[in-house]
């Protein structure tokens, strides 16, 4: 069934990968972009065109989250696949990218075709697969890279669970280098963080508890580094927090290596102090750092050195949530409050509007080789419109995800989502 | 030694061979000469000669190999030699200075030739130093297999009239085969081209250093080649490790017809053996009419004797010693 011509009209139009931030209006026919900014201004439009005053709101690229954990297969109960495209759809984003720590993990690729067959049938926004590094997340053998790739994964990593073996990181980044398989690695060396659940300092010494230094996710990303230099492997740093890290990043692209790095939209907004009375809600990996850190890290995304933003989106439910701070599980939700949190970066003043959507569009797409993340003629019609002034306080009751573990809940955020658009077509937000 | 005035120690003038590398080409040519006219005598009805007759022969294998220690007695005893095997178990001789032990005792035995196989590079070589006789390498390790290299040349030869200017695409297991040294070194010494195909995971560091082309796409290193030649992929020490299983191994890197339509129409396909047939290579193309897999083995008796032989040369003639 093709989509009612769509065009939206008196938008601010802003896409970065074309640098573009105009009053204009975005035109879809047949599911994808007919023209987008000024020039779609007056040009027409095909006859029954639906027409949407958008009264100055922003009209971008829909949302590319590659950081996205879902439950399916193996804990439906805490995500599904179309709960969490649900959630997604709410937050603008209009693609997801899922980690392979399911269970089981996404190591065949039997699974892939799995998950993007699901996916097909029961969610409303795109789903690409990342397929497991190692098999089984078990970080000694190799997964079936080639193979897997063929079957529709778009990078390979291994979760949650870095490796430690350097030798079969280096094989791993070598073997990947021949099927320009794009490494996703989560850096943070589990003997260094130890039972470490709190960033180490003051803070987790007066709260009695065992804390992670921000070495251990240094020297890991350090390695790898190397490992990149040596092997000539396409690599990205999945999620960091580190000052240090973000410096690193910023030598080995300097180095001219093939490096990107992504950081999630809590490091950039929240700090260590958030967790308040043991607040698990808060309990992240790598876990939140000093505000320093954030400030440093909020630069590196303004200066380019961070490329991605993510949302870091891992439902857990009461049972491992609603545990002493040291017993409960890593991980927050994420995808309803993307945008949201991170306009309150450009509230703030800290970072450019475009420089933010950027971070969430076209670089991960890019980054992917997905042909989405710009409203460039011609692509797919996957399109957020926000009013970026209006604002909305988060309501654990109207959250679409499955699991309720938001750090924002009853936050007030500047900047709401009003529509979301997948392949021409809008969703319920 | 008068054994110095014949025209084959002078063809050859090495007391061993210990590699094809320090070889000439003029060196490896004459060798292949006499492997000719040894195919001629293994296909006669009468089989013997008596180059080696009184001989000592010790075939001294610290590594099993059925089909290399087979094809050397075999040649050994077509040139009249005495031919004794001796199978080591690699445990109880770990050491430098057990192998040298072993030399020692060899030598009391006072053999003529000794051919040695060790897992360990450079082995051969130790060996060499201390002994009195000739010594072959039946293979060191990841090191050298200078007569599967001989034999792969002659196979190559008798098909295609010259080895110059042939493409031959060397596949598979490059980082642990002695094999795919010895048949670089061969083949770039007497001017063909050199293409190796695997994955990033099976090949050494440097290799595009040693005079060879480099292609993780099999149909990319195919193209143009005159020869395929396959290894043997060591699957039990693989998967997982250098490559992902063995499924994907034969998808990206087991030679196919679809594979093998890159090369040319008149391709010939190699491999050294055992077979791993639905692995590195299909069944239909390891027994279809492009494959020399079984010619090979015929080659490999012919070249031993050739290069046995060329070392009986450098012997001390009956009453020097």
């Not at chain 1, 990342?130 to 079936?144: D, H, I, R, V, Y």
């Not at chain 1, 309990?283 to 440093?296: C, I, V």
């Not at chain 1, 450019?352 to 969430?360: D, G, I, N, Q, V």
Request: aromatic residues 4%.
């Amino acid at each position: 069934m093709t989509a009612t011509p769509l065009l939206l009209a008196n938008a601010r139009v802003i896409d970065p990968a074309r640098d573009l931030d105009a009053p204009g209006a975005v035109l879809l026919v047949d599911g994808r972009i007919a023209a987008a900014g000024p020039e779609a201004l007056n040009q027409g439009a095909p006859e029954g065109t639906e027409i949407l005053d958008v009264e100055g709101a922003v009209v971008a690229p829909g949302l590319v989250d590659m950081g996205v954990t879902v439950g399916e297969p193996g804990a439906e109960h805490r995500e599904t696949l179309a709960s969490a495209s649900l959630a997604a759809a709410a937050g603008g984003v209009t693609t997801i990218v899922t980690a392979p720590g399911t269970d089981p993990a996404i190591d065949d690729p039997a699974l892939v075709d799995f998950v993007l067959r699901r996916a097909r049938d029961t969610a409303c926004v795109r789903v690409h697969p990342m397929a497991a590094l190692t098999k089984g997340l078990q970080g000694t053998e190799m997964s079936e890279i080639g193979l897997l790739k063929e079957a529709g994964a778009v990078a390979f990593s291994n979760g949650s669970r870095s490796i430690t073996h350097a030798g079969i990181m280096r094989r791993l980044m070598t073997y990947a280098r021949d099927f320009d398989a794009l490494v996703v690695h989560h850096t943070e060396d589990p003997d260094l963080t130890g039972a470490g659940v709190l960033n180490e300092g003051l803070n987790a010494s007066w709260k009695g508890l065992p804390a992670a230094p921000r070495e251990a996710e240094i020297i890991m990303l350090e390695r790898d580094l190397r490992l990149v230099a040596l092997t000539g492997a396409r690599y990205h740093a999945a999620a960091l927090s580190c000052a240090d890290s973000a410096e690193a990043i910023r030598a080995a692209k300097r180095a001219g290596r093939d490096v990107t790095a992504a950081i999630s939209i809590n490091h950039l907004t929240l700090n260590e102090n958030d967790i308040g009375p043991y607040r698990t809600f808060f309990k992240m990996a790598p876990p939140l750092r000093t505000e320093d850190e954030r400030q440093a890290m909020v630069a590196a995304l303004a200066d380019g050195t961070l490329d991605v933003i993510v949302s870091n989106h891992d439902p857990q439910d009461v049972e491992t949530k609603r545990l002493p701070f040291a017993e409960a599980a890593d991980g927050a939700i994420g995808l309803e409050t993307l945008l949201a949190a991170g306009l309150r970066l450009v509230h703030s003043g800290d970072i450019a509007l475009s420089r933010l959507l950027a971070a969430m569009t076209c670089n991960p797409a890019r980054r992917l080789g997905l042909d989405v993340g710009t409203l460039a003629p011609g692509a797919p019609g996957d399109v957020v419109v926000f009013d970026p002034d209006r604002p909305w306080i988060v309501d654990k009751q109207a959250i679409r995800s499955r699991a309720k573990n938001t750090p924002f809940e009853d936050a007030r955020f500047t900047g709401r989502v009003l529509h979301t658009i997948v392949a021409g077509r809008r969703l319920a937000t | 030694m008068s054994a110095q005035t014949s025209p084959l120690a002078d063809a050859y003038p090495h007391r061993h061979l210990l590699g094809i590398e320090g070889l000439q080409p003029h060196e490896i040519l004459a060798l292949l000469d006499r492997a000719d006219a040894a195919v001629e005598v293994s296909r006669q009805v009468e089989k013997k000669k008596s180059v080696l007759r009184g001989r000592t022969q010790i075939n001294l294998f610290f590594e099993a190999s059925t089909r290399t220690q087979s094809s050397f007695e075999i040649a050994g005893k077509r040139l009249g030699a005495d031919v004794m095997n001796m199978s080591v178990s690699s445990s109880s001789v770990k050491k430098g200075e057990t192998l040298v032990d072993t030399a020692a005792t060899l030598n009391a035995m006072h053999p003529d030739i000794i051919v040695v196989r060790h897992h360990a590079a450079g082995a051969v070589q130790l060996l060499a130093r201390k002994v009195g006789c000739s010594v072959i390498n039946a293979g060191d390790g990841a090191h050298e297999h200078p007569t599967q290299a001989l034999l792969d040349a002659l196979t190559i030869r008798r098909h295609k009239g010259k080895i110059a200017r042939l493409t031959v695409a060397i596949c598979g297991d490059i980082l642990h085969s002695r094999v795919a040294r010895s048949n670089i070194i061969l083949l770039n010494a007497l001017g063909a081209r050199v293409k190796v195909v695997a994955p990033s995971t099976l090949l050494p560091a440097g290799i595009a250093q040693m005079g060879v082309e480099v292609f993780h796409d099999m149909r990319a290193g195919l193209a143009d080649a005159d020869i395929v030649m396959m290894l043997r992929l060591q699957r039990e020490r693989m998967a997982g490790a250098f490559i992902p299983s063995v499924r994907e191994y034969f998808r990206y890197y087991g030679l196919d017809a679809d594979k093998l339509a890159a090369a040319k129409p008149d391709a010939l396909v190699m491999h050294p053996g055992p077979m791993n047939r639905g692995v590195e290579i299909d069944p239909e193309i390891a027994d279809g009419p492009q494959s020399l897999i079984r010619e090979q083995v015929e080659m490999g008796v012919a070249v031993r004797m050739a290069v046995l032989e060329a070392l009986a040369a450098h012997l001390p003639t009956r009453g020097d010693a």
